[in-house]
């Protein structure tokens, strides 16, 4: 069934149920150019930060059914052709199915359902965050997207000028935004969100926190909460930060073909 480059949630969630059978960019990294630039893409509109998706991005959309039937999206990063990383807290007890939506050439779209999905066994939610908040997603079929490897070879730190994409509100389409870290410790990175440059919100959590360096782009954190409800000014941004031992070899374990720089 074809589709427009402009997808919108609904259209996803039919395409998903319907295959489940009825269940370094520029000088400025805050140019539309530069953010989308980052994952290969160029950009939908000249002063914001819509990409037009293709599958030349390494972020993808991640469609999860509930036990009870209810659709869910996250955002998600390729690692190889059949595993996707993402949040833990995406995926609840009882998940029934989860899938990735997929454009192809001709313009219409094909699904890629989860052959199987594995959490963190250390996954936890306290008051201050959710802790190694990981997930890998083993699917039954190979994507066409590029993966993105894992950055371990530059530790994160504070000042670091960072890229976020996802799915997420409010347009429902892939968006890449910039960042700068303000928050590093042995479980997160993350920022306070002061109404300049970008903020994850709702729908991209399980997208990526990365970095560009010598114009290959690193995997160093996976969008997992906020303070924010309406994700706005004031937000205490938080990525669980790949790079932690425990997270990394969780990661490596699960996607043993996922690379490293």
């Given at each position: 069934m074809a589709r427009s480059m402009k997808w919108c949630l609904a259209a996803l969630v039919t395409v998903f149920l319907a295959a489940c059978g009825g269940g370094g960019g520029g000088d400025n990294p805050s140019s539309p150019a530069s953010r989308c630039g980052t994952l290969g893409l160029t950009p939908k509109i000249f002063n914001g930060t819509e990409c037009a998706y293709s599958p030349s991005s390494p972020v993808v959309p991640?469609?999860?059914?509930?036990?009870s039937g209810q659709m869910g999206l996250c955002s998600g990063t390729v690692l190889s052709p059949n595993r996707i990383l993402t949040a833990a807290h995406?995926?609840?007890?009882?998940?029934?199915?989860?899938?990735?939506?997929?454009?192809?050439?001709?313009g219409s779209v094909a699904d890629v359902l989860a052959s199987r999905w594995v959490l963190?066994?250390?996954?936890?939610?306290?008051?201050?965050?959710?802790?190694n908040d990981a997930a890998v997603v083993t699917l039954s079929g190979p994507l066409p997207n590029p993966n993105m490897a894992l950055l371990i070879s530059e530790p994160a730190a504070v000042g670091q000028s960072v890229f976020i994409a996802g799915?997420?509100?409010?347009?429902?389409?892939?968006?890449?935004?910039?960042?700068?870290?303000?928050?590093?410790?042995?479980?997160?990175?993350?920022?306070?969100?002061?109404g300049r440059d970008s903020n994850t919100c709702r729908g991209d959590s399980g997208g990526p926190l990365y970095?560009?360096?010598?114009?290959?782009?690193?995997?160093?954190?996976?969008?997992?909460?906020?303070?924010?409800p309406n994700?706005?000014?004031?937000?205490?941004?938080?990525?669980?930060?790949?790079?932690?031992?425990?997270?990394?070899?969780?990661?490596?374990?699960q996607a043993p073909e996922a690379q490293v720089f």
């Open positions: 991640v469609l999860i059914q509930s036990a995406c995926i609840s007890a009882g998940t029934r199915r989860i899938g990735i939506p997929v454009l192809l050439s001709d963190h066994p250390g996954f936890r939610v306290q008051s201050d965050g959710f802790y799915w997420g509100e409010p347009v429902y389409d892939i968006v890449a935004g910039n960042a700068t870290l303000s928050i590093v410790n042995s479980n997160h990175v993350g920022y306070i969100y002061t970095r560009s360096i010598g114009g290959r782009m690193g995997l160093l954190g996976i969008t997992s909460t906020g303070t924010a994700c706005g000014e004031r937000d205490q941004a938080l990525f669980t930060n790949i790079q932690t031992p425990e997270v990394l070899n969780f990661i490596r374990a």
